[in-house]
């Protein structure tokens, strides 16, 4: 059968679209370039949001192991405070979620090729598109999802990033205590340069991720090992929790140039962005998951309502505006004003922005038949 879709990008957004395009009975190829998935740089935190959409796509994100996340901790310098999320969140590895979504891809009757990577996306004399392969093949669709997440294909880049920045992910054993501590909750740090979170995931270990800018870096010789340290040195909170604390990487992982705030304005006929070609939120909010499930749900209703892709970008950017500058807005605070100072504002604001972006996320019931259910059959 000819392809109808082409989804370049097998992540959260890739196969979120694929599974509810396959659903729709439409012959759908998605070309994934990682061979089997691997650990990818994320929080990993579920939002209630994201956690819906998983559940209408059919994973069971509890048999999969997510631990719940009842609470979310701010600390900086030598101040923390709590409060409890405002919706159920749970936290799963990236390689965990992304195996399931692929499996169920696969299940939909998606025609998946791992271990191959997209070079260049061309439109066809017939209107088309035309994706070329790393081993020389070419693949054709009238329609073409993007979705290849922090990677831009060279005719299709976002605009830089003017703050530069790294973003960092380790996995640890924490001391039987710390773990304890850290049962149900995730929590923020404030440091100079950046911000880094860290929240239990599944097989009792535990999730270190965090950004910072290129300049801060640089003042640690560009060394992630030193630049850590004075993380710790800047919020004791963090040196306690990794007390004793066991890696289990050699070294993190680490994706550099992260456009924050990006919200992509237009697009080409045939051609949906989904995911973060689409939108890039700050990593803070936790809501980068929910973002790519909920563009991807869009971008396949208006693709089975025979909406322009061009409208469909526009009307996204018009949604997600409000809360990309509200989330854009919290974190310039958090990275410009003393931590301390602003400590009881973000505790404040911090759930605040997540609800604001489940709402926001959320597209009126009616508006369009966005439910991958509603669109089957
Ligand atoms: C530091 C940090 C922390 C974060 N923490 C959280 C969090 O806790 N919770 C949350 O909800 N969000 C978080 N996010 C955001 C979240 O990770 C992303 O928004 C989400 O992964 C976007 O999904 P995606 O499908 O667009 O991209 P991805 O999940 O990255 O998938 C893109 C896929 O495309 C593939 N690909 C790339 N280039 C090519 C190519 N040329 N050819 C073929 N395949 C290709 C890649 O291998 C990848 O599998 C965080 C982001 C960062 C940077």
Redesign the pocket.
């Known amino acids: 059968m000819q392809d109808e879709v082409l989804v370049?990008?097998?992540?959260?957004?890739?196969c979120a679209a694929s599974i509810a395009l396959a659903r729709s009975g439409r012959a759908v190829r998605m070309?994934?370039?990682?061979p089997t998935?691997r650990h990818?740089?994320?929080?990993?935190?579920?939002?209630g949001e994201?956690l819906e959409d998983l559940e209408m796509l059919g994973i069971d994100v509890v048999a999969l192991g997510a631990v719940p996340i009842d609470y979310v901790r701010l600390a900086a310098t030598r101040r923390a405070a709590e409060a409890p999320l405002p919706f159920p969140a749970k936290s799963l590895t990236?390689k965990t979620l992304?195996t399931a979504l692929i499996a169920e891809a696969m299940e939909a009757g998606v025609r998946v090729e791992p271990g191959?990577?997209?070079?260049s996306l061309t439109r066809t004399a017939e209107g088309g598109w035309q994706a070329r392969l790393d081993n020389g093949e070419l693949c054709e669709a009238p329609t073409a999802f993007l979705?290849?997440?922090?990677?831009d294909?060279r005719s299709h880049r976002r605009p830089d990033d003017p703050q530069r920045w790294v973003?960092f992910?380790m996995y640890y054993r924490l001391t039987p205590a710390q773990a304890a501590e850290l049962t149900d909750a995730s929590e923020l740090m404030l440091y100079p340069g950046g911000y880094g979170?860290i929240q239990p995931v599944e097989d009792g270990i535990a999730n270190l991720?965090?950004?910072v800018q290129q300049r801060y870096l640089a003042r640690a010789g560009h060394r992630w090992d030193r630049f850590l340290l004075k993380m710790q040195e800047a919020c004791p909170h963090l040196a306690m929790r990794l007390a004793g604390a066991e890696p289990l990487m050699e070294k993190p992982i680490s994706?550099s140039r992260?456009p924050y705030g990006y919200i992509r304005p237009t697009t080409e006929p045939g051609l949906y962005c989904?995911?973060?070609?689409a939108a890039?939120?700050p990593?803070f909010t936790?809501?980068?998951?929910?973002?790519?499930l909920h563009t991807a749900r869009c971008a396949v209703a208006a693709y089975l309502a025979n909406q322009p892709a061009p409208l469909y970008q526009a009307r996204l950017r018009s949604a997600l505006l409000p809360q990309m500058r509200l989330a854009e807005f919290a974190a310039d605070g958090i990275n410009n004003a003393p931590a301390r100072a602003i400590l009881p504002f973000c505790l404040q604001l911090w759930p605040g922005v997540m609800r604001v972006t489940a709402r926001l996320t959320r597209v009126a019931a009616g508006q369009v038949p966005m439910a991958p259910q509603a669109i089957a059959g």
């Open positions: 370049l990008g097998g992540g959260v957004a890739g070309i994934e370039r990682e998935p990818k740089v994320c929080g990993e935190f579920l939002s994201a990236r992304d191959r990577s997209v070079q979705a290849t997440g922090k990677h294909l973003a992910k979170g991720c965090w950004v994706v992260i989904v995911g973060d070609q890039v939120i990593s936790g809501d980068g998951i929910s973002i790519a």
